[in-house]
């Protein structure tokens, strides 16, 4: 069987209509399941927008498991995997009439070190004594090792990183329970596997590894689907880039002291050594700390203190080499800790130097840090990668377009010769959905433009009786609207005071909920029906030109004679604005207002170009004729 056989049942559809009830065809659905299938037959390449409804993910499944080749599925959210195994497959199946071995992979850091488990218990710590012995009763029933089984890790907690391993912490092969290893595991069940579900961080893990030389990741495949790609391009700059962070050096620390008392102790001045480690790095800490910024230019905030501090931490790196050298041959973890220490003194080097291809900047998370160093350019070296990866590439998602061109898209990750397509939504929007662009609001810039859009939120979700999603560019703007909400009466959910997962539950269960969120929430939510029928956003999303990589590659554009405005700038905020619009319309019976309520979609020039990117819907201006519409759907 070919993926064109696999095309063709959205022709001829009456395998579609006995496993899906009340399956309707869509003719972009079909039209992307065949280039989708000659793309896998014949080696190609192929990049396609299909619009919120157009039912991608069967139109690239049902081709992709008929040609019975092997095939990954790359996403960019833990959601889309699950749904991918859980439902989408299993349809697939069905359709197909038979059966497939599918398996998901994950990241490493998302199975659980049975050895650094072991290790981290003979630590002693008292603090997560009794998070470990839930833990360990935990071990001896999972078949996975996924730490999803166990609980959602949450951000800045203090166990998981103790427990789970790194590409510098993995001892491989040497490691004393490597045959209990769940990383190995799942990665012999996605090389016996037909379809492999990964995520696009552990596809460019896989193919930086492959540029280097070094093993693989993932498996060999015929075929590589990238759903949601619209999340590639700025991945890729992370991993084509190089990091050393905070957690890196206190791993090394704090491994580095457990590996020399496991030895029993007698080398207190190696063991001194690797506790300098940890004390150089608080003093660089606080010492870039100063700035009070989230990320920040090295170039631009360099200080003497900084680069006092900046050379003591490769001091220190450059002082425990030395001192690992003589004796390496004790114990195979020692040898561990002298590769790390070496890679991560070479990591440091990278990200001190300064190019003019690449930025170096600093990202602060709380009391941690992240040292990055970042290629202004991602095309080439992705173009690079994947030419070196035979086989079909297939990128999709249902924003990549800019007035239903996919150049930007395309030109970001170095994509040439490749065939495109861009599918409209085949939901009836100039029917079922109204957007609203308030008259007379002030500048974004302005000290009353939060006093205006919260007077706007108040009268529609009045109106709407909730049902509502709130969407901010900032943190500051979610607790300002909400905690205004809140003034006025109302109980909004809001980002931050409790998890995503829990709050899209308490959501979903009550009609008239109001959830009040910033980016995570802007893209990857499916809310249907009456629960979601009115959006509001407070601005257009444009990326802060005070971001250390993009001010650099502005200026690299400036130099190149490009507008790093209308060529970067605004084709990001359209693809960001178009996730946010999308989380509105999710079912053909859905019905909604979307509000923008940044003045700048009709007073500025390029606003004509946003909305000729957005979904074909009736315009008001009047406050009045989208309560009106609005109240009328919270009536039903």
């Known amino acids: 069987m070919t993926a064109a056989a696999g095309a063709a049942l959205f022709e001829d559809d009456a395998a579609l209509r006995a496993a899906l009830p009340g399956y309707r065809p869509r003719g972009g659905q079909a039209e992307m399941a065949a280039a989708v299938a000659e793309a896998i037959d014949q080696g190609g390449r192929l990049v396609v927008e299909a619009g919120t409804g157009t039912g991608k993910t069967l139109a690239y499944l049902l081709p992709a498991l008929a040609s019975r080749r092997k095939v990954i599925v790359s996403t960019a959210t833990r959601y889309l995997q699950t749904q991918l195994l859980d439902k989408d497959i299993p349809l ?277 840090w992240i040292w990055h160093s970042t290629p202004l350019d991602v095309a080439t070296p992705f173009a690079r990668a994947i030419d070196t990866t035979p086989g079909a590439w297939i990128f999709t998602s249902a924003t990549l377009a800019v007035k239903n061109d996919l150049a930007y898209f395309c030109d970001r990750l170095g994509l040439v010769d490749i065939k495109q397509q861009v599918l409209p939504s085949p939901f009836d929007y100039e029917k079922n959905a109204l957007l609203y662009a308030p008259q007379h609001m002030p500048n974004p810039s302005a000290p009353d433009f939060d006093d205006a859009v919260i007077s706007e939120a108040i009268a529609l979700i009045t109106a709407a009786e909730g049902g509502t999603f709130l969407l901010c560019t900032s943190y500051r703007a979610v607790a300002r609207y909400g905690d205004a909400l809140i003034e006025a009466g109302f109980d909004p959910l809001m980002q931050g005071h409790a998890p995503r997962a829990s709050l899209l539950d308490r959501f979903r269960s009550d009609e008239n909920a109001i959830l009040v969120a910033t980016s995570s929430f802007w893209e990857g939510v499916d809310v249907r029906g009456r629960a979601l029928r009115l959006v509001i956003i407070d601005k257009l999303p444009f990326a802060s030109p005070a971001d250390p990589v993009l001010a650099a590659r502005f200026t690299a554009m400036k130099s190149a004679g490009a507008n790093p405005f209308m060529d970067y700038q605004l084709p990001q905020a359209v693809i960001a604005l178009k996730q946010g619009v999308g989380r509105l319309i999710r079912d053909a019976e859905d019905r909604g207002v979307l509000a923008i309520c940044d003045p700048r979609l009709f007073t500025a020039r390029y606003g004509s170009v946003i909305r000729a990117s957005l979904p074909p819907m009736p315009i008001t201006r009047q406050r009045s004729a989208a309560c009106a519409f609005v109240d009328a759907i919270g009536a039903v």
């Not at 290893?181 to 893990?205: K, T």
């Not at 900084?306 to 003591?312: H, K, N, T, Y």
């Not at 990200?351 to 009391?367: F, K, N, P, T, Y």
Request: hydrophobic content about 40%; charged content about 30%; glycine content about 8%.
């Open 92 to 368: 697939a199946q069905s359709v197909l009439g038979r059966s497939v071995h599918a398996a998901v992979l994950k990241g490493r850091g998302n199975y659980l070190c049975l050895h650094r488990l072991e290790m981290t218990e003979n630590s002693g710590d008292l603090y997560l004594a009794s998070s470990l012995r839930r833990v360990r009763e935990w071990a001896r029933s999972t078949r996975t090792g996924d730490i999803a089984e166990f609980g959602d890790p949450g951000d800045g907690d203090a166990l998981w990183p103790r427990i789970t391993s790194t590409t510098d912490n993995c001892l491989g092969t040497e490691c004393p329970l490597y045959d209990q290893c769940w990383v190995l595991a799942a990665r012999r069940e996605a090389q016996a596997a037909d379809i492999v579900i990964a995520n696009h961080y552990l596809l460019f893990a896989d193919l930086t590894l492959r540029e280097s030389g070094f093993g693989e990741v993932l498996p060999g495949a015929d075929a590589i689907v990238l759903d949601e790609a619209h999340k590639l391009a700025d991945i890729a700059g992370r991993f084509f880039g190089q990091a050393v962070s905070s957690r890196q050096l206190r791993d090394l620390d704090r491994d580095g002291r457990a590996e020399l008392e496991q030895l029993g102790g007698d080398m207190p001045e190696i063991a001194a050594v690797f506790g300098d480690l940890t004390t150089v790095e608080r003093q660089f800490s606080d010492a870039i700390g100063q700035d009070g910024s989230a990320s920040q230019d090295w170039r631009a905030t360099a200080t003497p203190d900084r680069e006092v501090a900046r050379d003591a931490l490769a001091e220190s790196l450059h002082t425990i080499e030395s001192a690992l050298e003589p004796v390496v041959a004790r114990s195979e973890g020692l040898k561990s800790l002298a590769r790390r220490t070496r890679e991560i003194r070479e990591r440091l080097d990278v990200v001190i130097a300064e190019d003019g291809e690449r930025v170096s900047w600093l990202e602060q998370r709380g009391s941690s």
